[in-house]
């Protein structure tokens, strides 16, 4: 597989990041009435949009829906957003492929400015040449929109990209831009979801990738 630009998924593939989302979700759901949910049991919905599982899996109308995010969004903002760690072996990944002469950027159904805060935080933001996320008032609202995103800013087209996700969702969103997908199963997906969905490749852990690539 040869490809010039490499974009990453966020939740699942960078970053460990469950511990956030869940206290998140906890004041979220206090807020809109819903009984709290498990690790195990939201583990399936980790990928789209909250705000639209919020609605198709968990009944609520777009005004409940948008409410709950304000109060999940009010502790996120705040803590959420620093529980996460990196994967072992990401930075390793992404100081190799830069050395490969590969441009890396982010493709994550989080908004964006989350996604900026949370790399540098993490010292790997020096690694993206273009780090891409949700951005409403541009109408960038699900995975495929963030990723045409990237291919434009990047100035690229999608056989020259490839993407690298842990979920069913990415691999669904990339392939709706014209994007291939690598799966990684150390993230919250599985093997068999990825690879029903599409992905070219699966991998299981991200030194792997650097062989594929």
């Not at 950027?105 to 400015?113: D, F, I, S, V, Y």
């Not at 990723?147 to 709706?176: H, N, P, S, Y």
């Not at 990825?194 to 690539?213: H, S, T």
Request: hydrophobic share 45%.
């Amino acid at each position: 597989m040869a490809y010039d630009v490499i974009l990453f998924d966020l939740d699942g593939t960078v970053l460990d990041s469950l511990d956030g989302i869940m206290h998140a979700l906890e004041v979220c759901f206090a807020h809109a009435g819903l009984p709290p949910v498990t690790r195990e049991q939201f583990l399936p919905f980790v990928g789209p949009p909250i705000i639209d599982t919020l609605q198709q899996h968990f009944g609520l109308s777009l005004a409940e829906a948008q409410a709950a995010m304000e109060a999940y969004h009010s502790y996120y903002r705040v803590d959420g957003w620093k529980e996460c760690v990196l994967y072992d072996g990401v930075k390793a990944l992404f100081a190799a492929l830069c050395a490969k002469g590969k441009r890396l950027g982010l493709a994550t159904n989080k908004p964006r400015h989350y996604a900026l805060d949370i790399l540098k935080d993490k010292g790997v933001d020096q690694y993206f040449a273009y780090i891409g996320g949700a951005d409403v008032a541009k109408g960038i609202t699900n995975k495929q929109k963030v990723v045409e995103d990237c291919l434009r800013q990047l100035q690229v087209t999608a056989k020259e990209a490839v993407m690298i996700g842990d979920r069913k969702f990415d691999v669904e969103g990339a392939k709706g831009a014209g994007v291939a997908t690598i799966g990684v199963t150390y993230g919250y997906g599985s093997r068999k979801e990825l690879l029903e969905a599409g992905a070219v490749a699966v991998v299981d852990w991200p030194k792997e990738v650097l062989k594929l690539i």
